[in-house]
């Protein structure tokens, strides 16, 4: 039995599979005008960034792989999946089974033709057991990936999955060319994308050129690209009004007043599942137990990070990942509030009178993370917990504090579905759980889910593992940012933004261009 649906009622996890056509590309950006130099001041970046997609992990290399690769599925702007590398797919057996039709005739940067040769070997890159890929926990799922033709790859997963064509969409799964080998050289950079690269310098910057023969119509504008790290966010803001870049992510949003008055600057807020996060190391004390995790939980005051970290844009968090424009957020989950007193008590629980503790923090992070651990330290203090926060370096954030120390502060960018951002956060062993947290019911429910083709069942599956996050997991969630990008008003691009990730889903070097 195969399941053939339109793309909203596959966005509306109506059912277990799609067959979709077509490319994906809105009328609108026929107007757009093509050339100049676009510059992006960025707030990510890190020395320790690589070529390889399986190590992507913050909003430079995820914008620099959306430039060089496609993909085999896109999120589009408006949250529906729309083609790209695969033009149609269709699921079966229960959507264990993933039929995928591939875009012919694409070229890679070298002149060569992607086939279905150079999909198997990029998943494969995430595959196995040596894999240490992020996304190998979300592919994991693949038993088997056969090719009855150059252009069709049909897909057996070891238990149903209606997300598996959004899965297809994540950052790590670029499609680069197979060598001879079967692998895929991710030194250079020979992707199907609108870009070839220039010159990339980890953590400082990258420059692009635009690829001549790229497949894509009334994409991949400017003629010219260069993304510089500007980590500082008052570096950024000053690269932007002082005409160095075009455009700047990350706002520093206490000083976004400043573009007010700032003549030819605008700025673009946008609501989506990006939220500010406090991972615990739960395989060590005092971490290891559930009602400390519970006592730091109460004594965070999470309107006051709202108020004076984001300066209201954003809304309070419930110490899960998923937002409230997702399909099966948890409206009804009793919110966790700021109580010392109950904090106190979870403590007395655990044994204890005090907790002395610390956290980790740069903005790095998230702009104002220094400054959200402090008004933590303040908020806790009544519950008798102490907290010392250190003031990390931004350089090397990502691979000297993050996962490493005990406390750190964090950010997602979120997933288009539950279950992509549960699995890749939460499950127990997944490469990038930051808490290294793990719950066997979790664990159980979350496969369940995946596989669960009745719509009410699936949700209430989806709201007990928000349940259980709140009640027990190991990472705080104290707030929702909305994304913040000031930007000269010689930037166009289309009228609604992607909320997936920051920077229009971090596509605004394919989709953006010059007025």
Same mark, same amino acid.
């Given at each position: 039995?195969?399941?053939?649906?339109?793309?909203?009622?596959?966005?509306?996890?109506?059912?277990?599979?799609?067959?979709?056509?077509?490319?994906?590309?809105?009328?609108?950006?026929?107007?757009?005008?093509? @050339?100049?130099?676009?510059?992006?001041? *960025?707030?990510?970046?890190?020395?320790?960034?690589?070529?390889?997609?399986? =190590?992507?992990?913050?909003? $430079?290399?995820?914008?620099?792989?959306?430039?060089? /690769?496609?993909?085999?599925?896109?999120?589009?702007?408006?949250?529906?999946?729309?083609?790209?590398?695969?033009?149609?797919?269709?699921?079966?057996?229960?959507?264990?089974?993933? =039929?995928?039709?591939?875009?012919?005739?694409?070229?890679?940067?070298?002149?060569?033709?992607?086939?279905? &040769?150079? +999909?198997?070997?990029?998943?494969?890159?995430?595959?196995?057991?040596?894999?240490? %890929?992020?996304?190998? +926990?979300?592919?994991?799922?693949?038993?088997?990936?056969?090719?009855?033709?150059? /252009?069709?790859?049909?897909?057996? !997963?070891?238990?149903?999955?209606? #997300?598996?064509?959004?899965?297809?969409?994540?950052?790590?799964?670029?499609?680069?060319?197979?060598?001879?080998?079967?692998?895929?050289?991710?030194?250079?950079?020979? @992707?199907?994308?609108?870009?070839?690269?220039?010159?990339?310098?980890?953590?400082?910057?990258?420059?692009?050129?635009?690829?001549?023969?790229?497949?894509?119509?009334?994409?991949?504008?400017?003629? =010219?690209?260069?993304?510089?790290?500007?980590?500082?966010?008052?570096?950024?803001?000053?690269?932007?009004?002082?005409?160095?870049?075009?455009?700047?992510?990350?706002?520093? +949003?206490?000083?976004?007043?400043?573009?007010? &008055?700032?003549?030819?600057?605008?700025?673009?807020?946008?609501?989506?599942?990006?939220?500010?996060?406090?991972?615990?190391? =739960?395989?060590?004390?005092?971490?290891?137990?559930?009602?400390?995790?519970?006592?730091?939980?109460?004594?965070?005051?999470?309107?006051?990070?709202?108020?004076?970290?984001?300066?209201?844009?954003?809304?309070?968090?419930? #110490?899960?990942?998923?937002? *409230?424009?997702?399909?099966?957020?948890?409206? #009804?989950?009793?919110?966790?509030?700021?109580?010392?007193?109950?904090?106190?008590?979870?403590?007395?629980? &655990?044994?204890?009178?005090?907790?002395?503790?610390?956290?980790?923090?740069?903005?790095?992070?998230?702009?104002?993370?220094?400054?959200? &651990?402090?008004?933590?330290?303040?908020?806790?203090?009544?519950?008798?917990?102490?907290?010392?926060?250190?003031?990390?370096?931004?350089?090397? /954030?990502?691979?000297?504090?993050?996962?490493? *120390?005990?406390?750190?502060?964090?950010?997602?960018?979120?997933?288009?579905?539950?279950?992509?951002?549960?699995?890749?956060?939460?499950?127990?062993?997944?490469?990038?759980?930051?808490? $290294?947290?793990?719950?066997?019911? $979790?664990?159980?429910?979350?496969?369940?889910?995946?596989?669960?083709?009745?719509?009410?069942?699936?949700?209430?599956? /989806?709201?007990?593992?928000?349940?259980?996050?709140?009640?027990?997991?190991?990472?705080?969630?104290?707030?929702?940012?909305?994304?913040?990008?000031?930007?000269?008003?010689?930037?166009?691009?289309?009228?609604? !933004?992607? %909320?997936?990730?920051?920077?229009? %889903?971090?596509?605004?070097?394919?989709?953006?261009?010059?007025?």
């Amino acid at each position: 039995m195969s399941f053939n649906l339109n793309r909203r009622s596959l966005m509306q996890g109506a059912a277990a599979g799609a067959l979709i056509l077509g490319a994906g590309v809105k009328p609108g950006f026929a107007q757009a005008k093509s @050339g100049g130099h676009f510059r992006i001041g *960025k707030g990510h970046g890190s020395t320790s960034d690589s070529h390889d997609p399986a =190590t992507w992990e913050n909003g $430079f290399v995820q914008a620099m792989g959306f430039a060089l /690769y496609n993909f085999l599925t896109e999120v589009g702007a408006d949250g529906n999946l729309v083609p790209e590398l695969a033009t149609e797919w269709e699921g079966s057996e229960g959507a264990s089974v993933w =039929t995928l039709k591939l875009r012919q005739g694409v070229q890679f940067h070298d002149g060569s033709t992607m086939t279905a &040769a150079d +999909v198997i070997a990029s998943l494969r890159h995430h595959m196995g057991e040596d894999s240490e %890929s992020a996304a190998k +926990v979300i592919v994991a799922s693949i038993n088997n990936m056969e090719t009855p033709d150059d /252009y069709t790859i049909v897909f057996t !997963l070891d238990g149903g999955n209606a #997300d598996f064509p959004f899965i297809l969409s994540d950052y790590h799964l670029a499609i680069g060319k197979a060598g001879d080998d079967g692998k895929v050289d991710w030194q250079s950079a020979n @992707g199907t994308g609108g870009y070839m690269l220039d010159n990339f310098e980890p953590g400082v910057r990258l420059t692009l050129t635009k690829n001549p023969n790229y497949w894509k119509e009334g994409r991949a504008h400017f003629d =010219t690209v260069e993304m510089l790290s500007i980590t500082d966010p008052t570096a950024r803001t000053n690269a932007l009004l002082s005409g160095q870049v075009d455009v700047i992510d990350r706002v520093d +949003v206490k000083t976004a007043s400043l573009f007010d &008055a700032a003549p030819n600057i605008k700025l673009q807020t946008i609501d989506g599942n990006q939220h500010f996060v406090f991972p615990m190391d =739960t395989r060590i004390a005092p971490f290891n137990d559930n009602n400390v995790r519970n006592a730091i939980k109460h004594a965070v005051n999470r309107q006051e990070l709202v108020d004076k970290v984001l300066s209201g844009y954003g809304s309070v968090g419930n #110490d899960h990942p998923i937002g *409230k424009g997702q399909r099966y957020y948890a409206a #009804d989950l009793p919110q966790t509030t700021y109580d010392p007193d109950k904090a106190k008590w979870y403590l007395q629980q &655990a044994g204890m009178e005090s907790l002395n503790l610390d956290l980790s923090a740069a903005d790095a992070a998230f702009g104002g993370a220094v400054d959200a &651990a402090l008004l933590i330290a303040n908020s806790a203090a009544p519950a008798g917990i102490n907290i010392n926060v250190i003031r990390e370096p931004n350089d090397g /954030y990502w691979s000297n504090v993050w996962m490493v *120390k005990p406390w750190t502060a964090s950010y997602w960018g979120g997933r288009p579905t539950e279950d992509q951002m549960l699995s890749t956060a939460y499950a127990t062993g997944a490469a990038w759980n930051d808490s $290294f947290w793990s719950n066997e019911t $979790f664990d159980r429910i979350l496969v369940e889910a995946r596989a669960e083709l009745d719509e009410a069942k699936r949700r209430d599956m /989806y709201i007990e593992l928000q349940t259980i996050l709140s009640t027990d997991g190991g990472v705080v969630v104290p707030m929702f940012a909305n994304y913040v990008i000031a930007m000269t008003t010689a930037v166009g691009h289309e009228e609604q !933004l992607g %909320s997936n990730m920051d920077m229009d %889903s971090e596509r605004s070097i394919e989709r953006w261009w010059f007025v």
